[in-house]
C-alpha cells in the first residue's frame, strides 16, 4: 500500500490510550509493555515500505512507575525505524495532566543516529518555538492544537523563518478555511465519507468562536454535502457573542 498510494511516510501508533485500541486490541500503547514486540514490528513494516521511511510514535510508557520510553526507543532505531515521536505523557494519564518534556528529552540521549520529536501540550506557535529551543528534539509535533488552530503550522514556519507571523484569521477568513478544508476532504474520500469527517472537523475549527454551540449541534448533524455547506453558511461566526 505504501508504494501504491506513494506516501511519503509510513508512521505506526504506539501512543493510542483509548480502551478499545490499546485494551480490547491489545494494540496501540498496550504495546509498549513490550519494547521487543514494538520493535519487531516496526523491523517487519520497514522492510516491507521501504524504501519509504518507517516511522513510530509512543508514549512514555504505561505508568509514571514503569516510564521506559528509552528501551522503546532503542527497539524502534535497531529496528530500522526512521525517525521517532514521543508524546510526554503515559497510556494511564491519557490527556489529562501534563506532558513531560524533561522525560521526552532523556530519550535523546539513547538515540544514535535517528531525529527525536517531541508531542504535547503546545497549543501556540510560540511554545512550539520554546520547546524546540529548550529541549534536544530535533523536531515536533502538533496533535490537538492543529485541529483548533490549523493555522498554527503557518505561524511556527513564519517564527523560525525570522518573520513576524500573519495574524490571526478573522472570523470570515477561518470560514473561507473550513469550505477549502472540505472541498480539500471531498476530493479525498468522496462526499459521503468526506462529509462525515469534516463533522467533527468543523467542531474544532468552532472552538471559542461566537456561536459555537448553536454550529456544533446543527454541523455534527449533517449527512450531505448541501447541508454541510449550508450550515457553515448561516451558522459560523455569524455574531460577536462568545458563547463556547
Not at 73 to 98: C, D, F, I, N, P
Amino acid at each position: 500500500r505504501a508504494h501504491e498510494f506513494r506516501v511519503s511516510v509510513v508512521d505506526l501508533n504506539f501512543g493510542c490510550p483509548a480502551p478499545a485500541i490499546a485494551k480490547r486490541s491489545e494494540s496501540g500503547s498496550y504495546l509498549l509493555r513490550d519494547p521487543s514486540k514494538v520493535g519487531e514490528l516496526v523491523g517487519r513494516v520497514a522492510r516491507a515500505c521501504a524504501p519509504v521511511p518507517a516511522t513510530a510514535k509512543i508514549r512514555l510508557g504505561l505508568t509514571r512507575d514503569t516510564i521506559n520510553a528509552c528501551d522503546v526507543a532503542q527497539a524502534v532505531e535497531g529496528a530500522g525505524g526512521a525517525a521517532l515521536t514521543v508524546h510526554g505523557r503515559t497510556a494511564k494519564q491519557m490527556y489529562t495532566g501534563v506532558a513531560d518534556w524533561d522525560e521526552i528529552a532523556k530519550v535523546r540521549d539513547v538515540l544514535k543516529r535517528i531525529p527525536l520529536i517531541g508531542n504535547g501540550d503546545i497549543k501556540t506557535a510560540q511554545e512550539a518555538i520554546e520547546r524546540l529551543e529548550r529541549y534536544p528534539v530535533d523536531g515536533i509535533m502538533i496533535g490537538r492544537a492543529g485541529l483548533d488552530r490549523p493555522w498554527i503550522f503557518r505561524e511556527i514556519a513564519q517564527i523560525l523563518k525570522g518573520e513576524t507571523p500573519d495574524p490571526e484569521p478573522t472570523p470570515l477568513e477561518q470560514r473561507e478555511l473550513l469550505l477549502s478544508h472540505y472541498e480539500l476532504v471531498v476530493q479525498r474520500f468522496g462526499p459521503e465519507i468526506g462529509v462525515m469527517f469534516m463533522r467533527k472537523i468543523a467542531c474544532h475549527y468552532s472552538k471559542g468562536r461566537p456561536n459555537a454551540r448553536v454550529f456544533r449541534d446543527h454541523v455534527s448533524r449533517v449527512k450531505t454535502g448541501e447541508e454541510f455547506l449550508r450550515v457553515v453558511s448561516e451558522d459560523y461566526c455569524v455574531d460577536d457573542t462568545s458563547d463556547v
